[in-house]
């Protein structure tokens, strides 16, 4: 179970994926332009940062209306319209969802979400979450011009207000860690979604989203995660002492911010009581690895010789 989930998707699934968000990009394109909406499509998300997961990861289709252009404060903003962002990302959030329940008639498409109008079911093979938005030009972008430092801002439809994501950055500042962490720290977000999913469907509730699980797991050891490079279970060993760490420095959890830097990954209580949940999850996922891999670990933890992560090291490497 643990070897299996820290797996990258196949191929095929993750194609499959991105054709479904084509088409439904496809109806979008060719309709709004009627309503005098001009749109461009990008992708964001686990699909594109290759940290997806079989039959639980949707599609993040970005639609960015193309006229508003915004910037940061000083720098000045400029479009092409006369109404305001919220009002522009508002008509074309209700012009798409309009069309996609008649282009996808015997789709789901849920509207009841902030962000994101998702679309799944009938013909369609993966779900796809549909999310208004706009480009947001940076001081970083005006200076590189670099897409990675290009930032969109996204409709809150229920506070109507925008908010600025850097979903770009994020995908490059996580695969830069993975680099470094011998492509271990991409698995070990695979496995704890997993192990997240597994929980939920047994009844748990864990407000803990998967943007912030990684970024929690983007601050761990990287050169603990190499280690899977020879025995991927130490990304196991290694994601469970972090969030154990965590768990048990609140303060230090507290501190930790989203790898672009934008805003604090636990902020609020709710995020916090997730991620112990998670902790306690991991524990005992490592638990049981540890009992399966030597007979003897199960003896030592049941009378407390030696504190689980020992146990698990020492199972697991066959100390």
């Known amino acids: 179970y643990a070897l299996g989930s820290m797996q990258e998707v196949d191929p095929d699934y993750t194609r499959i994926g991105i054709e479904e968000a084509t088409r439904v990009g496809n109806q979008l394109d060719k309709q709004l332009p009627q309503q005098g909406i001009a749109v461009r499509f990008e992708l964001q998300g686990s699909v594109p940062c290759n940290i997806h997961i079989r039959g639980v990861s949707d599609v993040d289709l970005l639609v960015l209306r193309i006229e508003f252009v915004t910037t940061d404060p000083g720098i000045g903003t400029y479009s092409t319209s006369t109404i305001s962002p919220v009002a522009a990302l508002r008509e074309l959030r209700s012009n798409a969802e309009r069309i996609l329940r008649n282009s996808f008639p015997k789709a789901d498409v849920d509207a009841s979400g902030a962000k994101a109008i998702a679309i799944s079911g009938a013909s369609l093979r993966r779900p796809v979450d549909v999310v208004p938005s706009h480009w947001h030009d940076t001081a970083d972008y005006q200076r590189t011009r670099d897409r990675d430092d290009r930032g969109v801002k996204i409709l809150d ?17 996580v695969t830069y860690h993975d680099l470094q962490a011998l492509y271990g720290l991409k698995k070990a977000i695979r496995l704890c979604k997993h192990v997240k999913n597994d929980a939920i469907e047994e009844g748990r509730t864990i407000n803990y989203s998967s943007f912030d699980l990684a970024s929690t797991l983007w601050h761990a050891n990287l050169a603990a995660f190499a280690a899977g490079m020879h025995n991927e279970l130490a990304i196991l060993i290694e994601a469970r002492r972090f969030l154990d760490e965590l768990y048990h420095n609140t303060d230090k959890a507290k501190s ?46 049941e009378n407390n010789w030696l504190e689980l992560d020992r146990i698990s090291r020492a199972a697991i490497y066959k100390l």
């Open 157 to 173: 439809n229920k506070q109507g207000i925008t908010l600025l994501n850097m979903p770009f950055r994020h995908i490059k500042l």
């Open 256 to 301: 930790l911010y989203v790898p672009d830097g934008s805003r604090r990954i636990f902020d609020s209580e709710a995020k916090i009581d997730g991620m112990k949940i998670m902790s306690v999850e991991l524990d005992d996922l490592a638990k049981e690895v540890a009992f399966e891999q030597a007979s003897y670990a199960k003896i030592l933890y």
